[in-house]
């Protein structure tokens, strides 16, 4: 057997009993996996700290020092032995509520001990539970300078399995694995890198000698994480493209023409145009396509998706169009349904809300090839919802969908459908590098002419008069205003308590009949919901006050404020998607973040990054940093989450290195049968969990 794939039980010390707990509790299975599992932090032990100087918020304290009373105290059930620490500034208590007896035999009141645990404070003392002790003189001839601090569970901990047991399996598997420990990375890559082996790093990470060492081997195992990461997504892409299996499109026909030349009453950006000359490559070239067509909102995203569907009905296919809620998918269906106007093409619209009898009619239809068109919500990935000739497939708004919901509709054609995924949650450029290793990527990043940049204000209560003056300014101009509450989801009734005082305190402002206010949000039925929003569209209500629901896609040119009640409750991205809900049309318009005085660090950041930018890429970038990686929609699904040791967000230069470095192995030996490949070859056979969309539907 390959030494690190021994199983656990076996090591020394470990035993079926533990190397259960092991497994259960780290999800250590084998000599390779307990190998990889890495201390979060090293302790200096040349680095004491004094009784006096102690910080208690540390979670780990190295003290020096003797014991001079020792106690065994009974209350109840429960007994534990408590030892008085002392070293020249003053005293800690100590205290062991297992093991008893073995360690009042084994503690002496005249000899020296190094201590390290974690301070915590009870009854008004601080004292150390369960520490790890050793004698000084001892602790210095065998130990390292640096210690490994390896997070444990309290069911290991009761079996003996601390930081300190599991550094003590760690050394004496290091020293079994001396030797044994293959490189898993091609030769070419370490060489140009300059990395440590992996070997070396492993044992480094647990065992520095030095500071410097420790982060050239974090650098390596971080390196290698990434590396086979992009391994898995670009592989994928790299096969797709040898297979011919795709649609090919070679024909710009009389749907696109007629549309283009006829009904498009505008240029197209460059931008635009660039993005159509993209995607129309990949589709004439038989070579499925999978793109994620990034860009802010109004940048003309669902124009170039509609001109890309009429060219696969120009060679006979359907296309489909998924949207994440039922407004929108009712908003791109009259969209698109009025710009298609007057041409033969017939488009459907299937979301839940459609009748039985009718949804019966569309999946008929759609089968028999009748219906061009098809746009619609989750709805249209049920699994009796076939084609007869699925092309092409647009997916709005990404984030909203998993991968697992993209990859059903692969299955809806006999060849895999060319996909466009669609976002206006600007991507920051490390996480797309990595999440969307496996897609191409196409920006629009001009908005159509005529455009005002949005201006932006931060106000708070105080200003609100003030406020409600520049709405009434506004609406005596003939525009429409937002304003929206934050989403509450421990309290849906306090959620709805807020909305409705606002929405009263709006009412009492502008009243009828000169002003007409609607009111949208969760708790309303969707029937009610269209009702309103149609009323704010076309302009008979002046005012929309709602929570979220409005955050993606809803297209109103008149509005022209978005005013954004508690802004500092919302995310990053989500108060530039609502921003996005004015400044559609020609007219200058306004976005008004409107806060209570006091704001956490984080809130005002927010608030001073919006103020400061429209850009969507430079907001993206300060969410990462401000939330991390762990937060950001949709990302549940990919593997970033689960990267033991690097951080997208602090390791961009190390993404960037890994995936370059894939790249340019997969251009050149796609099918990896270069000799000096057979490590990759052994990983991607190894993984078989690897990255296949198929696989995770
Ligand atoms: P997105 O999907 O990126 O949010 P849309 O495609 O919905 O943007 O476009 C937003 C608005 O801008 C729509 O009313 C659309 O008709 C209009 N539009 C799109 N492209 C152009 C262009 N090149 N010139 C002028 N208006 C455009
Ligand atoms: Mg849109």
């Known amino acids: 057997m390959v030494f690190l794939d021994t199983p656990i039980e076996y090591l020394k010390g470990v035993g079926p009993a533990r190397a259960q707990l092991l497994q259960r509790e780290l999800d250590i299975y084998t000599y390779g996996d307990l190998l990889e599992y890495f201390p979060y932090r090293h302790i200096d032990r040349s680095q004491f700290s004094t009784v006096r100087d102690m910080d208690i918020e540390e979670p780990y304290v190295v003290l020096r020092g003797t014991i001079d009373e020792m106690h065994t105290v009974t209350s109840g059930k429960s007994t534990r032995l408590t030892a008085r620490f002392s070293d020249s500034t003053g005293t800690v208590e100590l205290v062991w509520f297992q093991g008893i007896k073995w360690i009042k035999e084994s503690l002496k009141s005249d000899v020296e001990y190094v201590v390290m645990g974690k301070p915590s404070v009870f009854n008004g003392h601080i004292n150390i539970a369960h520490p790890d002790i050793e004698r000084a003189d001892r602790e210095s001839a065998t130990t390292k300078k640096y210690y490994p601090v390896y997070s444990s569970t309290e069911k290991l901990k009761t079996k003996g399995l601390n930081s300190k047991g599991i550094a003590k399996l760690m050394e004496q598997l290091l020293m079994m694995a001396k030797g044994r420990i293959p490189e898993t990375l091609p030769p070419a890559v370490v060489a140009k890198f300059k990395l440590p082996s992996r070997a070396d790093a492993i044992e480094v990470i647990h065992f520095p000698r030095d500071h410097h060492d420790l982060v050239l081997s974090m650098q390596r195992m971080k390196f ?69 067509l990034q860009g802010d909102v109004g940048s003309g995203k669902t124009l170039v998706a509609l001109l890309c569907m009429l060219i ?13 809620t039922e407004i929108l998918a009712n908003q791109h269906y009259l969209n698109i349904k009025r710009m298609l106007e007057g041409l033969d093409i017939s488009i459907a619209l299937l979301t839940g809300a459609v009748k039985t009898a009718a949804k019966r009619k569309i999946k008929e239809q759609l089968r028999e090839g009748k219906i061009d068109i098809l746009i619609g919500t989750h709805a249209v990935i049920e699994k009796d919802v076939q084609f007869k000739q699925l092309g092409f497939v647009v997916i709005d708004e990404q984030h ?15 060849r895999p459908p060319h996909v466009l995924v669609m976002t206006a949650t600007p991507i920051p450029r490390t996480l797309a590098m990595t999440l969307y290793g496996d897609l191409d990527c196409s920006v629009i990043d001009e908005l159509p002419p005529g455009r005002k940049a949005i201006k932006t204000l931060h106000c708070t209560d105080a200003q609100r008069l003030k406020v409600f003056a520049f709405m009434r300014n506004e609406i005596a101009k003939g525009r429409q205003i937002y304003v929206v509450y934050p989403l509450i989801e421990e309290s849906p009734t306090l ?7 606002g929405y009263e305190s709006i009412v009492r402002e502008f009243p009828l009949p000169q002003y007409q206010v609607s009111i949208v949000h969760g708790q309303m039925d969707s029937e009610a919901k269209d009702y309103e929003m149609q009323r704010f569209k076309s302009g008979q209500t002046q005012i929309m006050v709602s929570t979220t629901v409005i955050e993606v896609g809803v297209d109103v040119p008149n509005a022209t404020v978005m005013v954004i009640e508690n802004a500092e409750r919302f995310g990053l991205s989500q108060l530039h998607q609502l921003r996005g809900r004015v400044g559609r049309g020609g007219e200058q ?36 940093k401000l939330r991390g990686p762990g937060d950001l929609q949709g990302l549940q699904q990919s593997g970033i989450l689960q990267l033991k040791l690097a951080d997208i967000v602090n390791d961009e230069p190390i993404v960037r290195a890994a995936r370059e470095s894939v790249q340019e192995i997969l251009e050149n030996d ?14 991607l056979q190894k993984n078989k969990r690897g990255f296949a969309w198929g696989k995770i539907s």
């Open 670 to 683: 796609p099918e990896l049968k270069a000799i000096n490949h057979g490590c990759l070859q052994l990983y």
């Open 224 to 292: 290698e994480e990434l590396f086979f990461l992009q391994l898995d997504y670009q592989y994928a892409k790299y096969s797709r493209r040898l297979q011919t299996d795709g649609y090919a499109f070679p024909v710009v026909g009389d749907a696109f023409n007629r549309f283009y030349h006829e009904k498009l009453a505008f240029e197209l950006t460059g931008a635009q145009k660039r993005v159509v000359k993209e995607i129309r490559a990949d589709m004439k070239s038989g070579h499925q396509m999978n793109r994620l």
């Open 589 to 624: 318009s306004y976005c008004i973040l409107m806060t209570g005085n006091k704001l956490s660090n984080n809130g005002r950041e927010r608030i001073n990054t919006m103020v400061a930018t429209t850009d969507g890429f430079r907001i993206a970038e300060a969410d990462l």
């Open 312 to 324: 696969a009905i120009d060679n006979k296919c359907q296309a489909c169009m998924m949207a994440p």
């Open 400 to 414: 909203r969908f998993g991968v697992e919901q993209r990859s059903k509709l692969w299955t809806k054609s006999v």
């Open 495 to 501: 959620e709805l308590k807020d909305l409705m005082d």
